[in-house]
């Protein structure tokens, strides 16, 4: 007999009955407060053009890493999944996913997966074999109804405030037509530079010329500043709100003139060697926390990062696939030259992500507990799952407390598992406050309005929605 997947309405909160009770009230504060999501991959092209998704395949396994990263490493092969030339028939690739159903048991995917099929689609059958073909062919019949139309959902979902990722030369088309719709929620721009700062990665002179002639800039690097300046303008009139940057470690440098410019012209002609890239790049990352102090975006840096580990799946299947890997990463000597330089400029604000659990307790929240310009980022990518939420609060709050870090973020492609991921945040955020209020360090009071403050104003501030 198959058991249903009804949902625990006390799911993520703590078993003993004294902290349930704490965590159950502070989480009912919260359940149904809008949703920021000020980071995230959502393209802006899904809501404006608002066509049906295809099938569960598309909507649950093609655009999720988390996915397809898991199925790989019990050997399905990438193409089986559909990823690369090879065109796979949904059904067959989602009876895959069925078939490995228990390999996802205790992950954060397993989790957001359950509650999409559940609380969004409410199919209540489990997925495994024997269920593979009716729980897709359930996705099918709500997928063809225009209430699981992408606009629809997103005003199910309650979100009022969703940020995409964009290339710096973007027309933002897409951004514009939503901006005078009806979609009740606004979809801001976020210029993602890393193409054009990132000067050690390949593709960076050429991102670079395409820059410099589309804002008609001359070759030198402080022309190439001002075509960034003009970017980044371009993405504050339509709505942009914040700059994030994804780097393999924070590096910073803050470069005499001559030396810069010497380094950018070499980078452009070749003539320039590993070592010199990488300052190179340094120098660049200052330059967009110097854009960030004139033009009042705010700076987030995603680092530490090992991608495309595997050359040969990187070849044939391209970036995104599932083989992106952590790696240790130091923060204090290498983000000093920026906040020597803006670290105490008035109205700068700089969120730092890490995937090194050890940098929050040790590097992350000293400098935010100092700098007024840091903020703790949110857990993020493999620790956006909810055991790694509650050590990293129990790693941050002690020496920065709840309002040095960010809120959280999604960080998702996958539009329909937005909801999922930031209940389990704010479940989980009950469940670490409910704790600290039974064990006397705050007080109930307190520990409600910081709940609200963690889905609402604190967002609002740090990203400046």
């Not at 909160?13 to 502070?26: F, G, I, M, Q």
């Not at 840091?374 to 020496?399: C, K, M, N, Q």
């Amino acid at each position: 007999m198959l058991i249903s997947r009804r949902r625990d309405p006390d799911r993520l909160l703590p078993a003993d009955p004294t902290l349930r009770s704490v965590a159950r009230e502070l989480y009912a504060l919260t359940a149904n407060l809008p949703i920021l999501s000020p980071h995230g991959h959502v393209p802006a092209a899904l809501l404006l053009h608002d066509e049906p998704f295809a099938n569960a395949t598309e909507l649950f396994i093609t655009h999720d890493h988390y996915v397809t990263r898991l199925l790989h490493a019990d050997g399905v092969g990438l193409a089986e999944l559909g990823l690369g030339e090879r065109i796979a028939d949904p059904r067959e690739v989602w009876r895959l996913l069925a078939e490995r159903w228990h390999l996802f048991a205790g992950t954060a995917t397993g989790y957001w997966i359950d509650e999409e099929l559940s609380g969004v689609f409410g199919i209540e059958q489990p997925l495994c074999v024997e269920t593979a073909d009716s729980v897709y062919d359930a996705v099918a019949a709500a997928l063809a109804e225009p209430d699981f139309r992408p606009r629809a959902l997103f005003d199910r979902f309650g979100i009022e405030v969703l940020a995409t990722t964009d290339d710096p030369l973007d027309d933002l088309a897409h951004h514009a037509a939503l901006a005078t719709s009806d979609l009740p929620g606004r979809v801001i721009p976020t210029f993602r530079p890393d193409a054009y700062i990132n000067a050690a990665a390949p593709g960076f002179a050429e991102a670079a010329g395409k820059l410099l002639a589309a804002t008609g800039q001359p070759a030198t690097l402080p022309g190439y500043l001002r075509g960034l300046e003009e970017r980044r303008r371009y993405f504050i009139e339509h709505g942009a709100t914040s700059a994030d940057h994804g780097v393999v470690h924070p590096m910073t440098a803050a470069l005499e003139p001559a030396e810069a410019d010497r380094l950018f012209q070499a980078a452009l002609s070749g003539a320039v060697d590993a070592r010199e890239l990488d300052t190179l790049a340094a120098h660049l990352l200052w330059q967009m926390a110097r854009m960030s102090v004139e033009d009042g975006l705010v700076m987030t840096i995603h680092a530490g990062v090992f991608r495309n580990h595997n050359s040969h799946t990187h070849a044939r299947f391209g970036p995104d696939t599932g083989h992106d890997i952590p790696l240790p990463t130091s923060w204090v000597e290498g983000l000093r030259p920026l906040l020597e330089s803006f670290g105490l400029e008035p109205g700068f604000q700089l969120g730092l992500f890490t995937v090194d659990e050890s940098a929050f307790s040790r590097e992350l929240a000293p400098l935010a507990g100092f700098y007024p310009s840091v903020y703790v980022g949110a857990p993020w990518w493999f620790l956006d799952a909810p055991h790694a939420i509650d050590r990293f609060r129990s790693a941050v709050t002690e020496t920065a407390g709840f309002y040095r870090t960010t809120g959280f973020i999604d960080d998702t492609r996958a539009f329909a598992s937005i909801p999922a991921r930031h209940d389990m945040s704010r479940r989980t955020d009950a469940a670490f406050l409910a704790r600290l209020v039974v064990e006397g360090r705050v007080h109930a009071d307190d520990a409600r309005r910081i709940a609200v403050d963690l889905v609402g104003s604190q967002p609002r501030r740090v990203f400046k929605l």
